[in-house]
T-cell receptor, first 114, second 113 residues
């Protein structure tokens, strides 16, 4: 079985501040991990993914995430928030053994204050 | 653009009526998925397909059926719509590998009155 927990349904930061969105997973086998972003009234877009290569993964728009097996975490960070980063963010886990069925977290809404 | 379209984009219907949503892809991907998105629940898998006429259930499949007669089309049917099926429905496609990225369609907003 696999599950994903995103800590904090809403995160608010000031423009220029560090963005930290938390994701913890549970999985019986090594997982693939993804972060997606969703802007209002749009579908999900891939930000970055971990597929068992480098543990520090860089994505689009200056985001990165670090896979920490000991902590079962895959937190998303960005050094300096921009107004355009305001969106909803989803963490997802996939196991290699289950036809690529993703399990998504409940999402974190990021607000960026001027 | 991942070459996925969904139709209709918006639909309002009444309780008890059948509804069919269509997902169309131009990428020739093997895997296709239907999710529903509700506030506070993220995305939940309804059904998925791993080839023409090959489908399986996801975690919230009750009240839904799917069909895939061609590689490019994946249909989701609500046999008898209920108000609890008011949601935004997303289709996604994926390549062969489990680590491959899922690409999502623009979504269909369904309201059941």
């Amino acid at each position: 079985a696999q599950s994903v927990t995103q800590l904090g349904s809403h995160v608010s930061v000031s423009e220029g501040a560090l963005v930290l969105l938390r994701c913890n997973y549970s999985s019986s086998v090594p997982p693939y991990l993804f972060w997606y972003v969703q802007y209002p009234n749009q579908g999900l877009q891939l930000l970055l993914k971990y597929t068992s290569a480098a543990t520090l993964v860089k994505g689009i728009n200056g985001f990165e995430a670090e896979f920490k097996k000991s902590e079962t975490s895959f937190h998303l960070t960005k050094p300096s928030a921009h107004m355009s980063d305001a969106a909803e963010y989803f963490c997802a886990v996939i196991l290699n053994t289950n036809a690529g069925k993703s399990t998504f977290g409940d999402g974190t809404t990021l607000t960026v204050k001027p | 653009d991942a070459g996925i379209t969904q139709s209709p984009r918006h639909k309002v219907t009444e309780t008890g009526t059948p509804v069919t949503l269509r997902c169309h892809q131009t990428e020739n991907h093997r895997y296709m998925y239907w999710y529903r998105q509700d506030p506070g629940h993220g995305l939940r898998l309804i059904h998925y397909s791993y080839g023409v006429k090959d489908t399986d259930k996801g975690e919230v499949s009750d009240g839904y059926s799917v069909s895939r007669s061609k590689t490019e089309d994946f249909l989701l049917t609500l046999e008898s719509a209920t108000s609890s099926q008011t949601s935004v429905y997303f289709c996604a496609i994926r390549g062969q590998g489990a680590s491959d990225t899922q690409y999502f369609g623009p979504g269909t907003r369904l309201t059941v009155l």
